[in-house]
């Protein structure tokens, strides 16, 4: 989706000295500013942060011009917009592609020499009419209205071009598109395009989108905390679109058409890479570096891929039949899987010795964390890390005895996932013991919904405070009331203890479900100081490269206990960064769009309501006594209606690149 | 009941029509081009705009696809209306100046168009045999193809999934510019979208009476068995010999109906 533009590869802080710190001329959000006229008023608060380190003279975007270099030539740069956002336009309306190639058509008149002040006209007329009367987001905030802006603001320049004192030229441009549910995709989907493809009957063109970035999924279908989902600009109309489950729709559907396998890669490479953990990290790294043409051999501890996948999250919210297609298809690339084989103390010396170029380490947060609870440490029966009972319901599910009463502590998904478990398992009372209220809860909401209508019980601003137990045996959870006080670093309101509010629930059964740590053990003590910062593996955010040369990591070793998706994206980037230092190159991805407000856009206009598509769910009363999975999926059609809801927000920018002469680009954009 | 204001008159209704629907009862005539009564509501061709009234400001939607809510106030006709229905068009005609069904709601819309006789009847991709291909008819054999930023350069247009076209001709019946055609190739074979289909022989007077392929569908989503599909009606009105049919058949058949 976003296309890598040649400067990226040398050194992008370096701005061409002549260029000024702030823009002469912007229209941002509709904002016209001239700093060209004296007097004129500042514009720090009228130029999205980022754009300062694009190196550019005048840049055309969704929400308005932005140029910084007299030397800017507007219309040229109109003109390769124009080219640019006719390739978004869907054509499903009759205003925004028509439109678009009405304008470009006059253009190419102005090239010709024979364009009048009439045709200006007409562009302004047909920006308009685009803009009142387009069907999606992209026509009416996106097509036309930079190109209406630079009408108005620089007519001179135009009417230079129609008297022929001016013509088209390329000035060599560059481009990229985004939409706000992409940029809130920790993964950056391509979420629009496949989305499109699903709308149009294309549903394996639609995965085959998916699959660029987004390795399993018909797992991150149904478990993604889908970020994009409350980035959606639709909920300012209604409600967001349910874009997870479309991707699951795309992942079903293909399981449903015969399953498709994965790319092999174009030219094997020599190099080995060496891979420790197969979670969504590692194999999203796995993958993309196959795909390069690297061996890659990958250890695993457990018995099976998918890391927290398959050990932290129940049946009946993914079933591991599909989780293990998706990983079964990767291993089919021809990479090496080695499972049951945890690596009990790395030597990368060793590794290096065996012929790996490059190690990736991706072993995850699977240690539960301590609470600081008084006597949790004593080895109670009967008191439980989350994660750990999650483990034990996939691997050993026949072991666990249901008793009557289990608390289980924490606010999270893996709180909700060990309670709805035990629900299942025949616990008859399952209640969950949270410190703050429901708002605060960073559980998702339609989790915590469900688990309500199962019958959890919720219990809110109480924390526990000792866990007592006799001869070795819980009996009980000491806690105390907790009141909201003022909002802390992460902006919810820190729960404060009430005074002797103290109280004893007795307890059968307590699971701690606070938090994950990860598990150094199996570093030496000299790897342990220079890979961890704090309890976790350190690494540059953006390569994922360590400290340690040719070690790269990623997911939850690195952020703590994430989310899937944060783990895939980390190990796409990671397995491009690898590439990068197999090959010798730099690499440093550059995200254009990062500071600027990609939910700007004028021109909203009244767009008809549609509520989303409803997924059907299995009847509470099936539920219990299984894993059987609880939501159905959308079929073709259903996936197909919720597609259409799509607005379409497409963000365009194409600038004019700002580089010395004999640098400049071969743009895309053609004039005279 | 949702009560809702159209060009000052009143209407109390039901609720869940859309504007187009209301406007319809009241005899307000709205242009349309990819909208039909059987089919969903699509939002394309954008002649169908109203103007809504959202606080003191009016704003232009596609009547076709916005649902009324307690209280609307819309109204059909007023010189923004007139100017947005006028462009559509003009840029319809733009780029269709060769085929008559947009040179006529063009005309009608006030848009200057250039008399002729031709009619290249091309294809607008207003969506109708799509929508009919997939509400009607059920088997999504058409689609919209080379959409969205993936196919730069690539004009969109309708894709043709012959493994699933049954040959029922619901596309060329609902297509208002003739782009579709459905023609007989010789006195037994029937083409559309350029591929040839068989067509079916009345079992009991031997009559081609329908596509292979159509008579076939019909018999799998009914579970009517195919020998029983296969009797074109005047026989079936007639009644059927039994030694044409055997006795299970028919008990089914009675069934059926």
Known sequence: MRKQHPIGKGDPQKIPSQQSRFPLVTTWGGRFIDRRIKNAPTMADNFPGKLEELPFKGIMTWNGIVVRHEDADIPSLTYAYLREARKISCGECSVCMIGLDRVIGIFRKFIEGTGTIQDLKEIEEIAYQVSVNGKCYFGRSAALVPVADAIKHFRQDFLALITGKRVLINRGYEFAVTAPCIEACPASLPITAYIEKIKNFQFRESLELIRLQCILPGVIGRTCTHPCETACIRQKIDESLSIRLLKRAAADEDLKEGASSLPLPRKEKPEKVCIIGAGPAGLAAAYHLRLFGYGVTIFEGLSAMGGMAAVGIPDYRLPKEVLFHETNLIKRMGVDVFLNRGVDLLKWDDLKEQGFKALFLSVGAHRGGDMGLAGENDLVDGFEQGIDFLRKVQERCSDIKPVRKVF???????????????????????????????????????????????????????????????????????????????????????????????????????????????????????????????????????????????????????????????????????????????????????????????????????LPTKQAVRVRLLPESRRMGDFIEVEAGFTRNEAMEEARRCLRCYRLMVWEVDKPKEEQPKGRGRGT | MIRIHIDDQTVETKGGGSILTEAGKLHIRIPTLCYHESLSPFGACRLCVVEVKQGRRWDLTTSCNTEIVQGMIVRTDSPEIRRSRKAAAELLYYKYPRTRAIRDIAERLGVRVTQTKEDARECILCGLCVRACQEIVGVNALRFEDRGPDHPGEPPRIGYLGDSCICCGACAFICPTGYIRMEPVGADRRMIWERVFEMGACRVCGKKFAPLAQLEYLSRRSDIPLAQVMTCITCREAGIPASVVDEKDWVSMHQHR
């Open chain 1, 408 to 606: 289980i502590l924490g606010g999270g998904n893996v709180a909700i996932d060990c309670a709805r478990s035990c629900l299942r398992l025949g616990f008859s009372h399952v209640e969950i013991l949270y410190r703050r209220s429901r708002k605060e809860m960073p559980a998702l909401p339609e989790e915590i919904d469900e688990a309500l209508k199962e019958g959890v019980k919720i219990r809110y601003l109480t924390a526990p405070l000792r866990v007592k137990s006799k001869w070795g045996r819980l009996e009980g959870l000491e806690c105390v009331k907790m009141k909201l006080g003022d909002p802390d670093h992460t902006g919810r309101r820190k729960p404060v203890p009430v005074a002797g509010s103290s109280f004893t629930l007795k307890a059968d059964k307590v699971i701690a479900a606070t938090g994950q740590e990860v598990d150094a053990s199996f570093l030496t003590e000299q790897d342990r100081k220079k890979l961890l910062r704090g309890n976790k593996v350190w690494a540059d955010p953006l390569t994922c490269q360590t400290d340690l040369e040719g070690v790269f990591a990623g997911g939850d070793c690195v952020t703590g206990p994430a989310t899937l998706i944060e783990a895939l994206g980390m190990g796409n980037r990671a397995a491009r960064s690898i590439d990068a230092y197999l090959q010798g190159k730099p690499y440093r991805p550059q995200n254009f769009f990062a500071g600027i407000d990609t939910s700007l856009q004028r021109n909203d206009g009244f």
